[in-house]
């Protein structure tokens, strides 16, 4: 009985040393750090921040891999999303996650703590045991009760919307912080009253910054016109065989104007996506220089296999120095290989009209006017012979 209770009485000993050996060797490989720690949000109920600026960094600064798992203490009615938060972090390895929030219409107004807190367990142990440790970074929410309504536009000088990085900070004891950050032409946010500052982004150079003041119940809206590298006129038309009645290519017509500066190289791409999914990316065309002013461009496209049955989307991307600076609009194309109503005078057609098609019938109009004008002519010159 008593060796019995000896031999238990070791193996608890055993585990627990095992156990805080295990913890401590996690704590010291395993280490946490970001923007988020410190970070102050200031958000009326239903809205949300979400910001490339606002991070957690997890390191492994070990020999061996850890499975990390991250998670949130918030309060009820908020949500901390994470763009990841289930992954193996290998050794000598970090991972950097972007942080988003989003505000409950049902919260309560007033000051909170969250946190975002990290769970790093070895993949591999020895003793079987496996038993990581949490490290934590808190930040701090206040809600407010009140709110008003920034809608953001950012437009070219031929008034057409033009996508941009757009970054919405508030002022928060004398500091701004980032609370909404995204590409697109127009945003639009549910915020506290305040002061804010809205930084307008291309290829990474900042073009626009402005400042307002929104209190409660106000609806403040921002026409920003922007001076920069970007596509204009861009369309795309379906070109249709007019042997097989089969859809032949996509044509791709574009300008890229130039109201910025003079730029040594520009990359034009074309990214194809099918019902959703990336499908490819076909260089263009390469500028160099590219000179203030426009130049116009097209492109047949034709996919790298078959055309397939769904929604092919079509967009320009603009590349200086191999980042990217300018997005098109994305254009639509459902692909459904009936095709009906095809004209039948040109090699190709065009889906909606039938340019050539149109001249043909002209020209035969013109020759059948010149041969009538000519048979009257003769007759009338007959006649008055014979008189």
Not at 73 to 82: A, E, K, M, S
Not at 216 to 242: C, H, M, Q, R, W
Not at 272 to 283: A, K, S
Request: net charge negative; hydrophobic share 40%.
């Amino acid at each position: 009985m008593f060796l019995k209770s000896f031999f238990i009485a070791l193996l608890s000993v055993l585990n627990l040393v095992l156990f805080t050996s295990t913890q401590a060797n996690a704590q010291e490989n395993i280490a946490v750090a970001g923007t988020f720690s410190g970070w102050h949000y200031t958000l009326p109920p239903g809205s949300e921040s979400s910001s490339d600026d606002s991070f957690i960094i997890v390191f492994n600064e070990g020999t061996q891999d850890f499975s990390v798992k991250i998670d949130s203490l918030v309060p009820d009615g908020v949500d901390i999303i994470f763009s990841q938060n289930n992954f193996t972090l290998s050794a000598g390895q970090n991972v950097k996650i972007f942080i988003s929030l989003k505000v409950g219409q049902s919260v309560i107004p007033g000051e909170y703590e969250i946190s975002a807190i990290c769970t790093a367990r070895p993949i591999s142990s020895t003793n079987g045991i496996g038993i990581g440790a949490a490290l934590s970074q808190k930040a701090y929410l206040e809600i407010s009760g009140e709110f008003g309504f920034a809608v953001i536009h950012t437009f070219t000088p031929d008034n057409q919307p033009l996508i941009t990085q757009i970054k919405l900070q508030k002022m928060d004891n004398g500091q701004y912080y980032e609370i909404k950050s995204d590409e697109t032409a127009t945003l639009e946010v549910r915020i506290s009253p305040g002061s804010y500052l809205v930084n307008i982004i291309m290829g990474g150079e900042k073009l626009i910054e402005e400042k307002f003041v929104i209190s409660d119940g106000e609806t403040k809206t921002l026409n920003l016109l922007v001076n920069a590298v970007y596509f204009e006129g861009y369309d795309i038309v379906p070109a249709y065989s007019t042997e097989t009645n089969q859809l032949a290519f996509i044509k791709v017509v574009y300008t890229v104007r130039n109201l910025y500066r003079s730029i040594e190289k520009a990359d034009v791409y074309l990214s194809v996506n099918l019902d959703g999914n990336q499908l490819e990316e076909i260089p263009l065309v390469t500028l160099g220089p590219l000179d203030i002013g426009q130049i116009g461009l097209n492109y047949n496209y034709i996919p790298t296999n078959s055309w397939t049955r769904g929604e092919y989307s079509f967009c320009l991307k603009l590349y200086l120095d191999g980042e990217t600076y300018s997005i098109s609009p994305n254009k639509y194309f459902s692909y459904t290989s009936d095709v009906t109503n095809i004209p039948s005078t040109t090699s190709y057609s065009n889906s909606g009209s039938s340019i050539e098609g149109k001249k043909t019938i002209i020209i035969l109009g013109i020759i059948a006017g010149i041969l009538i004008f000519g048979v009257c002519s003769w007759f009338i010159f007959i006649k008055r012979r014979k008189s």
